[in-house]
């Protein structure tokens, strides 16, 4: 059989899934790694952008962080958080994740905050509302669907990434694809190919599922908005 007969009679077996270590095992690990990854990016992303949209200050700033954040490599963090206090395992792989998950989440409070009606902010203000009073109660509610929108495109990149966890013990499904380059290249591609699939295969569900829910949150008004925005840019590029 070739490698790619051998994943399908791989991802077929009841056994790989069902096993200690097996996919469902592996499964849930990633899905942790990644939730966890995520949420502390959040915790860390979301009231920076957010404080420092509603003062208009610190644009630069979140450029800058969001440039140098991205160009670390993740697999450099991973080598490296090792060797602190974190030690091997989850704690290292989910910092690690973390960084990478900040400049998207950054990036888009910033912009949703600075994207709010001005009119409302004002009106808001006029009626004697305090700073965080407009922060929480005017420009967050109209920020959600930027939101949404840098929590999907983070949550799909650290899902991607969590496969590097395994290079550190970290678990998830790229224990498969190491295992299987444990083996000789004649048994093991299968085995390969098959954790390539599945780290794929959910990377695009949590995109589908992500896009579902950044739609709900997104007001009619503004998808058509956006939808003529992005209209422009194709006559735009197709223009030149």
């Known amino acids: 059989m070739n490698p790619v007969q051998q994943a399908i009679v791989w991802l077929n077996d009841p056994l790989n899934w069902s096993i200690p270590g097996g996919i469902l095992d592996r499964l849930g690990e990633h899905l942790t790694l990644s939730a966890l990854a995520v949420l502390l990016g959040c915790v860390v992303a979301w009231p920076i952008g957010l404080w420092l949209g509603h003062t208009g200050r610190g644009g630069g700033l979140v450029l800058l962080v969001s440039n140098v954040t991205l160009a670390i490599p993740t697999l450099a963090l991973l080598t490296i958080l090792p060797l602190t206090f974190l030690g091997f395992g989850r704690p290292a792989v989910v910092v690690a994740l973390a960084v990478f998950a900040v400049p998207p989440l950054l990036a888009t409070a910033y912009t949703g905050v600075r994207q709010a009606d001005p009119e409302a902010r004002d009106a808001a203000r006029g009626m004697g509302l ?73 990377a695009l569900l949590v995109e589908g599922v992500l896009a579902l829910v950044e739609r709900a949150v997104t007001p009619r008004p503004l998808r058509r908005a956006r939808r003529a925005a992005t209209r422009r840019a194709a006559d735009a590029t197709a223009g030149t």
């Open 130 to 202: 305090s700073g965080g009073q407009v922060l929480r109660r005017v420009e967050l509610p109209l920020a959600v669907p930027y939101l949404a929108a840098g929590f999907r495109t983070a949550a799909v990149q650290v899902v991607a990434t969590a496969a590097l966890a395994s290079f550190v013990n970290g678990g998830g499904l790229g224990q498969i694809i190491r295992a299987g380059f444990g083996l000789d290249i004649a048994a093991g591609g299968g085995q390969i190919i098959a954790g390539g699939v599945l780290v794929a295969g959910l």
